[in-house]
């Protein structure tokens, strides 16, 4: 009897489904989401088998996003915060930077500023217990470390730290509070006229952070500049066209952006720019996107930088977050992007394509990275600037001068190092026993990189250090890779001792692009590409 009710119930529901899907057919008055609304509700009640309701309803977002285009996304509530702090350029926590070395976390910098540098919390410190839970040879992962560690502002959290030369372990209770995160990554005088300032991402503080480098460099009677944007992803557009304004003199077009329900919006130059006159080489790859884009786009269109590198990752679409109620939001595709001459960079797609995340790697195995002929635009996509060089839209920004992959001081020997994590472990190992006699002889970064040598007993002790974490030195290999082993062991080294600046003004020595760029500063390529100087 209780079987034949259900029965009963399932065909009566069925039959209410069927008829309301009929009458959406005759009258279309029922709205899509009703429409889903309706479906899931049918699942809960007659599916054969329980169901994780938030489970499909996530993925048929996700899939339905897929089938729009490749940058429109769906982002889970718990997700929001973690996806938008590099953006928002803070987030809130400890202050610490650390690594995971023999099992145990170790402070390699602290935070200036930050709760942790406040209390006196070191460099080499080591955490051994988080919350009085031993956090020592337990197996700990980073993503565990930041869950402890990062908190509300206000709250707190207790860490045991052993200290060498202490004998006992030192505790701190530390307050958690909003911990910046930085966008400028490097700034110095590369040469005693050149600067150079390296952005890693457009985040809320990118623009100031500029700025403040870029007094300091002008202080160093710096008379031509060096923007890297390599590897830099993007992030938000409002921060690139500010950042291009830095180099455009009054009145000149930046971009503009038209969608089917986004109206055209131009945006120009404003008569404050930190550097309008003095050359300008901008630096870029296949990692460099969006914003990175607009930024060289602008400065390639008006002829005012040479864009030194390789073919930039051609993303010219523009998303806004819009919420969901829930608490999730979902980050929509709204617009084009357009460089000034006319451009859109962004390249093609087709919806729910898979194959256009494996852009890349298909540039690499048709050469692309190696040869600029193996590059083809389509010429109805061709542009002139004003001083007569030729662009392309459709396929991203390609250089002025192209500076392919150098791969000759790779090898299998340097892979497994680098893979197995040697060569930081290493050098944090010998910052951390050699700290204070570094600290006492170099006063700075630059009477490091002069008199500091990675030299054969120190290289011995590597290799040694490396044998017993399994990696086995290949003579061959070491001899290809030796010149690029010494220089990053220092760099690191460097980075441990002071911060990121200092490992790029010593792993700089390598960057093919760099030196390209400050070649073509003093070889005349400037007056011959017609670049403003």
Not at 436 to 447: P, W
Not at 483 to 493: D, G, M, W
């Amino acid at each position: 009897m209780k079987t034949s009710t259900n029965y009963k119930r399932v065909a009566i529901l069925s039959l209410t489904f069927t008829l309301l899907f009929a009458g959406i057919t005759r009258a279309q008055t029922v709205t899509t989401a009703q429409k889903l609304d309706a479906l899931i509700g049918m699942i809960n009640y007659a599916y054969v088998d329980s169901i994780d309701e938030k489970k499909i309803t996530e993925d048929a977002i996700r899939n339905l996003l897929k089938e729009l285009d490749p940058h429109s996304v769906y982002i889970p509530a718990e997700e929001l915060k973690e996806v938008n702090e590099p953006l928002v350029g803070k987030f809130e926590g400890v202050g610490i930077q650390f690594n995971i070395l023999d099992d145990t976390i170790m402070v390699t910098q602290t935070i200036s500023g930050g709760p942790s540098e406040k209390l006196g919390i070191r460099a080499g410190d080591r955490i051994v217990k988080i919350d009085g839970e031993s956090v020592a040879n337990i197996g700990i992962k980073n993503n565990d470390v930041l869950k402890k560690l990062r908190g509300d502002k206000g709250t707190k959290v207790k860490v045991n730290i052993f200290r060498r030369g202490n004998k006992d372990l030192i505790e701190y209770t530390i307050t958690r509070d909003k911990i910046p995160l930085f966008s400028v990554d490097a700034s110095y005088m590369v040469t005693p006229k050149v600067g150079y300032i390296k952005i890693s991402r457009f985040a809320d503080s990118t623009v100031e952070e500029f700025k403040e480098a870029l007094k300091n460099l002008k202080e160093q009677h710096m008379e031509s500049l060096v923007l890297d944007l390599s590897g830099n992803g993007g992030g938000y557009l409002n921060r690139a066209i500010e950042l291009a304004d830095e180099f455009l003199s009054n009145g000149k077009k930046v971009v503009y952006t038209e969608g089917r329900n986004n109206p055209r919006q131009e945006n120009y130059s404003t008569p404050t720019g930190g550097w309008e006159k003095g050359k300008v080489v901008v630096l870029v790859d296949e990692s460099s996107a969006s914003a990175s884009e607009i930024v060289t786009g602008a400065l390639q269109d008006w002829d005012r930088a040479l864009v030194v590198g390789r073919r930039t990752f051609a993303k010219g679409l523009v998303q806004k977050p819009f919420p969901l109620p829930d608490g999730s939001a979902v980050r929509l595709t709204i617009a084009r992007y357009y460089t000034p001459s006319g451009r859109c960079i962004q390249k093609h797609y087709e919806p729910g394509d898979e194959n256009y995340d494996m852009d890349l790697s298909m540039r690499y195995q048709h050469g692309e990275l190696y040869n600029a002929d193996s590059i083809k635009f389509i010429d109805s996509l061709k542009y002139t600037t004003n001083g007569g060089r030729t662009v392309y839209g459709g396929g991203g920004i390609m250089p002025d001068i192209f500076v392919p992959l150098d791969t000759s001081m790779s090898s299998k020997y340097y892979d497994d190092l680098r893979r197995n994590g040697i060569i930081n472990d290493f050098t944090l190992n010998y910052v951390d026993e050699h700290r204070t006699e570094l600290a006492g002889k170099y006063i700075d970064v630059y009477e490091f990189k002069k008199t500091f040598t990675v030299d054969e007993e120190f290289m011995n002790k590597f290799i040694a250090y490396a044998e017993k974490k399994n990696v086995k030195k290949d003579e061959k290999g070491f001899k290809t890779s030796e010149k690029l082993l010494r220089t990053q062991i220092k760099a690191l080294i460097a980075r441990d001792l002071w911060n990121t600046n200092a490992y790029y003004v010593i792993i700089n020595e390598l960057n093919a692009f760099l030196n390209k760029g400050l070649q073509c500063i003093d070889d005349g390529t400037f007056a011959k590409v017609k670049i403003d100087q």
